[in-house]
């Protein structure tokens, strides 16, 4: 979607412009990029390096993923026209039902006794079970009988906080399962080796979309890019990925803990043993759900149909689209989403706690809308939310670093959320889109 | 029109006893009226005649109080737009019914997308495919990845006409195709009009050009306050006999 072949000729910038119109890269994602590297780097001036150690953006993935997830879901919520102030709740309610059935339900009435090979797995389908069906509930009161998303959302935060709490009777719910507990972030990683083979892959399929991409633009004879410009996106896309990989390797786990695993097999550590923790599970996880939304979203006539009722619910509507069903399934997809962000938070924290997502449903919100989805509908990108995540985060994680209490990071939050939608309409306005 | 249609078999749609109310508002009033293949009939009535309504039932897009509606002398179960367009009938709506985000081949095939073998949305061979439709009717057109809304009101038109060409319509309704429409642009949705009465589609057009009317039209049904007037063949009547059923609401004697 870029209007740069129609840009106004404005000498002085033409040139900077063509280079981005020569390689097709949406300016806006650009933006946001550029504004996350920015907080970076004055972050870690104010920390004096101690922002962009591999410590520090290894904790910053695995504190994003939960939020992100769910500011994946909230796109197509929001591109409908709709809004869902209960993900928080709902995560709570989920993560609920998961800590049931991992400490009570499936180990004592099931008879499985605790750390049974089965239980991570159940109580997961379990949740992403709960999580679907409470998110189609949403919907169909919103679709068929046409309550306001606003209305049945606020309702839903009241519910299904309070239902967490009662299902656990108010109590703190743990430990988790160790299975269940490797999908939070530090208890459960790849490991340098398989994370080297799992960038290895993405670089892969990364440069296999491209190549695929240009091939079906020359099959119908197109205009493409330059090969030039292909070669840089590839080798951008193919460094950014390494250097994430390398990163995250680069963070060593502590030789206690390594001892101590050594022991556990019956062996000794040999003298200067160093392992790096590599990519989280819970991080790979956030980058299939991502993949799995963004083909969704662009390459699947659901996807289509969502961006269509968003855009012009009448039009959808006379073009034979069933809106009602459409917006049942866009709930239910958060809900899924609500229940696989529960297992990623409550796995982190390694019990179930009433408070569980808090104030998650306005993160989630505030990263959709950061990332660029509009609340008149139509208009989002998965990337974007996700990227509006990790800047949230990277805000708090770094003013927490830097030492500003609590509240005052909150204050400012808050002031990032309005001015970055302030600029996103000065954005659009200048480009027209 | 000089050519002369066949109306001894049976009609490609016919409407019976169409009714609609909105609260106490009879919008359409027991109203009648048939379309031969290869044959234009224009749709007139003053503001609120109730035209837009009259289609909007053949269409799918509001369900009717009562009245028949038949396809090729079946009678026909049109409850939404899917049902309509299973029976070949396409739309070009007075409000341009297009997702201004979405570019032009989205709008084109929206619903009815093509896919690939596995079951993706196949953008490309869908912007080929409205490449060369809206070829042969805006030749200029270049904005293929742009979303609609930064378009004109007449390349807006030409995806919404190119959308009923390209899915094979049997019966095209077109609702003030040229009302946002240039000369140029009108002269070319009248020349394509012509054509696909060659082709054998019957065409529903509602226009308040008297003249285009007497220009395009086979026959005129005139609508007054959700009633019909009267169906006239436009060549055996005047301008001002049109403007009379229009306004007076007063059926030429002669006409049959
Ligand atoms: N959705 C609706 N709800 C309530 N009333 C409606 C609705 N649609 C149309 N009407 C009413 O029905 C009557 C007929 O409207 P219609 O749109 O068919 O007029 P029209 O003949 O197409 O006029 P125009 O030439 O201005 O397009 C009007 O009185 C209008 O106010
Ligand atoms: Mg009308």
Do not use: C, K, Q, V
């Given at each position: 979607m870029s209007d740069s072949t129609d840009s106004v000729s404005e000498p002085t910038r033409s040139t900077k412009r063509n280079l981005l119109a020569t390689l097709e890269i949406d300016t806006r994602l650009l933006g946001m990029i550029g504004a996350f590297i920015v907080v970076c780097l004055v972050f870690n001036f104010l920390t004096d390096g101690r922002f962009l150690t591999p410590r520090n953006i290894f904790n910053l993935t695995i504190q994003t993923v939960s939020v992100a997830l769910m500011a994946t879901g909230m796109v197509f919520v929001i591109v409908t026209r709709n809004i869902d102030l209960s993900v928080g709740s709902l995560l709570a309610t989920c993560s609920a039902i998961m800590a049931m059935m991992q400490t009570v339900v499936l180990p004592d009435w099931m008879g499985l006794?605790?750390?049974?090979?089965l239980i991570a797995p159940m109580a997961i389908l379990t949740g992403i079970l709960a999580g679907a069906i409470i998110g189609a509930f949403h919907g169909w009161l919103i679709g068929y009988l046409t309550i306001p998303a606003f209305i049945v959302t606020l309702g839903g935060l009241f519910v299904w906080r309070n239902v967490a709490w009662h299902l656990t009777n108010g109590q703190t719910i743990g430990p988790l399962d160790s299975n269940f507990q490797l999908l939070g972030g530090i208890n459960g990683t790849l490991g340098e080796t398989w994370s080297w083979v799992f960038g290895a892959l993405a670089v892969i399929a990364t440069l296999y979309a491209l190549i695929a991409a240009r091939r079906s633009k020359v099959r119908h004879e197109f205009q493409v890019k330059p090969v030039w410009a292909e070669v840089v996106i590839g080798g951008i896309a193919t460094v950014a990925i390494l250097g994430f990989v390398a990163i995250l390797n680069a963070y060593e786990i502590p030789s206690r803990r390594l001892e101590r695993s050594f022991e556990d097999r019956g062996l000794t550590m040999p003298e200067g043993f160093t392992a790096g923790y590599g990519i989280p599970y819970s991080v790979v996880l956030l980058i299939v759900v991502a993949i799995i939304m963004i083909v969704l979203a662009r390459r699947t006539r659901l996807g289509r149909y969502i961006f269509a009722a968003g855009g012009n619910p009448e039009a959808a509507e006379l073009s034979g689209i069933r809106t009602r069903a459409l917006t049942v399934k866009v709930f239910m997809i958060m809900g899924i989403l609500c229940a696989i962000s529960a297992v990623v938070a409550s796995a982190r924290l390694t019990f179930h706690t009433?408070?569980?997502?808090?104030?998650d449903e306005l993160r989630v919100i505030a990263a959709a809308v950061i990332g660029g989805t509009a609340l008149s509908g139509g208009v989002g990108t998965i990337y974007g939310a996700i990227l509006g995540a990790l800047i949230m985060q990277s805000l708090q994680s770094g003013m927490a670093m830097v030492g500003v209490d609590a509240p005052y990071q909150n204050i400012v939050v808050g002031i990032v959320l309005v001015l970055a939608v302030y600029v996103d309409i000065l954005y659009r306005k200048r480009t027209g889109s | 029109m000089s050519s002369e249609i066949d109306r001894t078999g049976t009609p490609l749609v016919e409407m019976r006893n169409m009714r609609k109310a909105f609260g106490g508002i009879h919008a359409v009033d027991n109203v009648t009226i048939d379309l031969y293949p290869g044959e234009v009939v224009g749709v007139l009535g003053h503001n609120g005649a109730g035209k837009s309504v009259l289609m909007k039932m053949l269409s799918g897009a509001l369900p009717r109080d009562s009245g028949e509606i038949y396809v090729n002398g079946e009678k026909a179960e049109i409850n939404n737009p899917r049902d309509a367009r299973n029976y070949q009938i396409e739309t070009i709506y007075q409000y341009l019914a297009l997702a201004d985000n979405l570019d032009a081949a989205a709008n084109l095939f929206l619903g009815r997308e093509l896919t690939t073998p596995l079951g993706f949305v196949d953008d490309a061979k869908m912007e080929a495919e409205t490449r060369k439709i809206m070829g042969r009717l805006t030749p200029n057109f270049r904005r293929f990845n742009t979303p609609v809304a930064g378009l004109s009101g007449g390349q807006r038109q030409s995806v919404a006409i190119s959308r009923a060409v390209y899915f094979n319509a049997k019966i095209l309704i077109m609702d003030e195709p040229t009302a946002a429409l240039g000369v140029e642009e009108t002269r070319m949705v009248a020349e394509l009009i012509d054509e696909l009465k060659k082709r054998g589609i019957g065409i529903l057009l509602i226009d308040h050009d008297i003249h285009q009317v007497k220009a395009l039209c086979d026959r005129a049904s005139v609508m007054k306050n959700g009633k019909l007037v009267g169906t006239v063949e436009v060549d055996k009547v005047s301008e001002d006999d049109l403007l009379g059923m229009i306004i007076l609401g007063k059926k030429p004697e002669m006409a049959a």
């Open positions: 006794g605790l750390e049974h090979p009433n408070d569980i997502g808090t104030l | -």
